[in-house]
């Protein structure tokens, strides 16, 4: 008999056709000729979690496109400390999937209050966090009943990137996100069960990578403490060769992610290295790969696929475990309503 597909199951299905759905839509480009009206010295992302995830990707696109520089946004400076940021004139973009979040929806009304242009993207179109914003850009995944996050990741990714594209006129970005929907439906394909293999009995996993994929390390490592109660740490493949190499042992599996840009060598180097030292690494992309891949595609996009066959691995081994990968323990989801 047939287990009935868990809800994260249905709806990494359902990422090529949610990133499929809000390039169609064509908001981001709509939105962007806002910003290319508008002197922004800097910006400003705010989020939490997975959404701080998708804000990290979107900070490497706003730096490398655009030249801006770009700060985190700390909500607790506004809710606890009540110091209002100075940022007359910058870019505030506030991150969401359910645009519900208090400190969330604080910030952002602070930020507008002190003269930022802000900018939502939200999955909410109505929420609290969009109303609070001067624009929005709704990211247009459909509802998700998981709690641990996945097309709304995946989707804010995308939105963040086609923004980008379409403000700093990036044709190839733009070519980049059109065939991202095909390599999405591609990756659902991948097998990384020996990857999933490598978690077990690991007292604790590291992901690493650089630049683009930065936002992506961090959101695998974070599904991995929520969806498998693993203690796991993401961090940039330049940081993990100082201090927490020293962590790094035997019984802690790496994952590498390397795209196909300026800071591939550096990921590359790193892999061969640990190897040499007998750790267990497990590399996407590249000379060193040894998971299935699709292939180098847009260095910006390939870590969004990258996203795919690592959800269907921690699923299947959270399953596998005994463990409902649509509750974890102690943890609630604000349901999406579109």
């Known amino acids: 008999m047939t287990a009935t597909p868990t809800f994260m199951a249905r709806e990494i299905a359902e990422i090529p056709r949610a990133g499929e759905r809000l390039l169609a839509a064509g ?8 910003l290319k009206s508008r002197e922004i010295p800097f910006a400003v992302i705010c989020g939490r979690g997975s959404s701080g995830h998708a804000g990290v990707a979107l900070r490497y696109l706003i730096e490398t496109r655009l030249g801006l520089p770009v700060s985190a946004s700390a909500p607790s400076v506004v809710t606890g400390y009540a110091r ?5 004139g910058a870019l505030f973009v506030v991150v969401s999937q359910s645009g519900r979040s208090p400190d969330l929806v604080a910030a952002t009304e602070a930020a507008r209050a002190g003269g930022a242009l802000t900018l939502a993207l939200v ?30 990741v995946t989707n804010s990714m995308i939105a963040g990137a086609a923004l980008v594209a379409a403000w700093a006129g990036d044709r190839d970005l733009a070519a980049g996100l059109a065939a991202l929907p095909g390599r999405l439906d591609a990756a659902l394909a991948l097998d990384w069960s020996d990857w999933g293999a490598d978690l077990d009995g690991a007292p604790a996993a590291f992901v690493t990578g650089r630049g683009h994929g930065l936002g992506t ?5 974070l599904k991995l403490a929520e969806t498998l109660r693993l203690p796991a740490l993401g961090y940039s493949a330049a940081e993990l060769r100082h201090g927490p190499r020293a962590s790094v042992s035997a019984s802690t599996p790496v994952l590498a992610l390397r795209q196909a840009d300026e800071l591939a060598e550096g990921i ?8 040499r030292d007998g750790l267990r690494v497990r590399a996407c992309g590249g000379p060193a790969g040894t998971l299935p891949w699709l292939g180098d595609g847009h260095p910006a996009c390939d870590p969004i696929a990258m996203l795919v066959p690592a959800y269907r691995a921690i699923e299947a081994q959270a399953r596998r475990r005994g463990l409902d990968p649509d509750a974890p323990v102690g943890l609630t989801k604000v349901t999406e309503t579109l």
């Open 268 to 275: 590359d180097a790193l892999v061969r290295d640990l190897r």
């Open 84 to 88: 209002p940021p100075l940022v007359a």
């Open 27 to 34: 908001d981001a480009a709509r939105l962007a000729e806002v």
């Open 217 to 221: 390390v961090r959101e695998i490592a």
């Open 123 to 152: 999955n909410d179109p109505d929420s609290p966090a969009a109303r609070a914003s001067d624009l929005v850009l709704p990211i247009l995944a459909g509802p998700e009943k998981a709690v641990a996050a996945t097309k709304t």
